[in-house]
């Protein structure tokens, strides 16, 4: 079973950025990786995905500021945030975006601050 460590969460002002990244402890290349994030009291939703060929995927509110990238070679997938709004505070994840998941890694939180 493949563990996720995800790293690089911190504490921002409106407007910074941040770059977080998943290591895979086993091979992710054939997968569809995401990175998912969970605000307190709501779901957890998918924010973008990238395939092993490099088609990428994002939901409307992140589109334009976050980009998706993954280096297979490493098991590592990184989510570059720019502009970074108060309402992307969350806890955020990294999984497969299709398929049955890989157990779930602790998440690494963002505040963003107004």
């Known amino acids: 079973q493949v563990q996720l460590v995800e790293s690089g969460g911190g504490f921002v002002q409106a407007g910074g950025s941040l770059r977080l990244s998943c290591a895979a402890s086993?091979?992710?290349?054939?997968?569809?990786m995401g990175w998912y994030r969970q605000a307190p009291g709501k779901q957890r939703e998918l924010v973008a995905a990238?395939?092993?060929?490099?088609?990428?995927n994002y939901t409307d509110s992140v589109k334009g500021r976050f980009s998706i990238s993954r280096d297979n070679a490493k098991n590592t997938v990184y989510l570059q945030m720019n502009s970074l709004k108060p309402e992307d505070t969350a806890v955020y994840y990294c999984?497969?975006?299709?398929?049955?998941?890989?157990?779930w890694g602790q998440g690494t939180q963002v505040t963003v601050s107004s």
């Open positions: 999984n497969t975006a299709t398929g049955v998941p890989f157990s």
């Open positions: 086993g091979s992710i290349a054939s997968n569809v």
């Open positions: 990238r395939s092993s060929r490099g088609a990428t």
